[in-house]
């Protein structure tokens, strides 16, 4: 048996040290901003478990898996005018909101052109999609409504479909049911909540007929207040808004929305900045894979943060301003509003890259 030395007991107290992932990677952005990028460097060469483990929040490919589509305006397959939001189908296609072409667009992951989707009476300016159940939920920007169809109609796109409005609601105004250029959408517990983003305010409808319910929030800079809100999602009993022009994410609790009742629980950002953790103009929100994935339009890029503190985990960049965001368990999609492409997928890391490391070179987690 090997003897028991004071620099073994020094490496074994190293190995017990507890490793929050939060904590090491709110020092690292500590790092970057105050230090620039090539602390980040120096910092994660110092210890092989820090580095490890920051490999490990990257779960993100770093080059795109897959680039979709042109940015022009026509009814031709693959053109995109000013892509706004996009939803994974359960058959594992994309949808995408094509605004300025007045239709949803719908592709395969590997880039095939399925079909589109045109409502009745006319599309107008489709920016926000959310799917429940058997129902699709879309917001259409320039007529200032929420509109409800069937699902099945994005899978019987081949080619071009019409699909029935079974409910809508909104015209242009700030009383109830009324909105002013409404954005984004998510659904949660029979309720459907929607960015209005010309008053400056979530509004809340009943998912089976949608019926208003209440509003919130309010134009301003205060906690709960919001400027041009435009992309949601929700998680649990908490939603969390992009509010655009505050430059920052506000979580709500939900937890008392049956009484009609929405308090603010925390932000994330605030103050236009390029930092890592901060924001420019953040457009959508989506979550999955226990992460936030945020876009921003002025600052060109995806972030991901964790979810219960909004600490920065990854930033992917793009070539343009993103838009829209949606992911599931093996991929994280973006829509660009310019640029070559209008349509961005990552890949997910199925194994954390610390791990693939260490068993391609037989090490295990050691300091150096």
Known sequence: MPATTRGRLRQQALLDLPLDDNMLVHVLAALNVHH????????????????????????????????????RSGDKPYRFDRPHD???????????????????QIVSRDGYYVGEVRLDGGT???????????????????????SKLRRSCTSAAETTSRAKRWACVGSWGGGDAELRHPWGVAVANKRVYVTDQGNDRICVFSADKLDFLFSFGGRGGGMGQLREPRGLAIDGEELFVADSRNHRIVVYSLAKAANGEVQPARCYGGGESSTRGRFGLPSGVCIANGRLYVTELTNHRVQVLSLDRGLPLQVLKADGPVSGVCADSTHVCTTSLDGDHAITLWRVNATPRSSSMMMASGRGLMPP
């Open 36 to 71: 620039g990028t090539e602390a980040l460097d120096r910092a994660s060469g110092v210890c092989r478990s820090w580095r490890d483990r920051v490999l490990d929040s990257a779960h993100l490919e770093d080059d795109p898996d897959s680039m979709i589509g042109e940015l």
């Open 86 to 104: 996009a939803i994974f189908l359960p058959n594992g296609h994309v949808c995408v909101a094509d605004c300025d072409n007045f239709r949803m």
């Open 124 to 146: 107008s300016c489709p920016t926000g999609l959310a799917a429940s159940g058997d129902w699709l939920y879309v917001v259409e920007h320039g007529a200032h409504r929420l």
